[in-house]
């Protein structure tokens, strides 16, 4: 069997590659928050599962998922949530690589 070769480059590759992220609710106080649901992120969409199972979601970007998921569970008490970027390099002042984007 032949290897296959690429011309890009692997910077090229992983700069196509899809952003992964969590969407994160606050509830209560603020003092307690879990995650909802976990995605990805193309340039053109973003796809969102929860993690309770049961709820897949397609949107335009994970800022608009985060708004769904903000209104949809606000019944049940959820004060704010934030999509919080995973495995990325993120300034020495953000702990253990992720970068919250509250909007």
Same mark, same amino acid.
């Given at each position: 069997? #032949?290897?296959?070769?690429?011309?890009?480059?692997?910077?090229?590759?992983?700069?196509?590659?899809?952003?992964?992220?969590? =969407? /994160?609710?606050?509830?209560?106080?603020?003092?307690?928050? $879990?995650?909802?649901?976990?995605?990805?992120?193309?340039?053109?969409?973003?796809? @969102? %599962?929860? @993690?309770?199972?049961?709820?897949?979601?397609?949107?335009?970007?994970?800022?608009?998922?985060?708004? /769904?998921?903000? =209104?949809?569970? $606000?019944?049940? %008490?959820?004060?704010?949530?934030? @999509? /919080?970027?995973?495995?990325?390099?993120?300034?020495?002042? @953000?702990?253990? #690589?992720?970068? =919250?984007?509250?909007?």
């Amino acid at each position: 069997m #032949g290897r296959r070769t690429s011309s890009r480059s692997p910077d090229s590759t992983f700069a196509d590659a899809p952003r992964l992220f969590a =969407i /994160v609710e606050e509830y209560g106080e603020a003092e307690d928050a $879990r995650v909802a649901g976990y995605g990805l992120a193309y340039p053109d969409r973003a796809e @969102v %599962g929860s @993690v309770e199972g049961g709820f897949r979601l397609s949107s335009e970007s994970a800022e608009s998922a985060r708004m /769904v998921f903000e =209104i949809s569970s $606000r019944s049940a %008490g959820t004060r704010r949530a934030h @999509v /919080v970027w995973l495995g990325e390099t993120a300034a020495p002042s @953000v702990a253990g #690589g992720m970068e =919250i984007c509250d909007r």
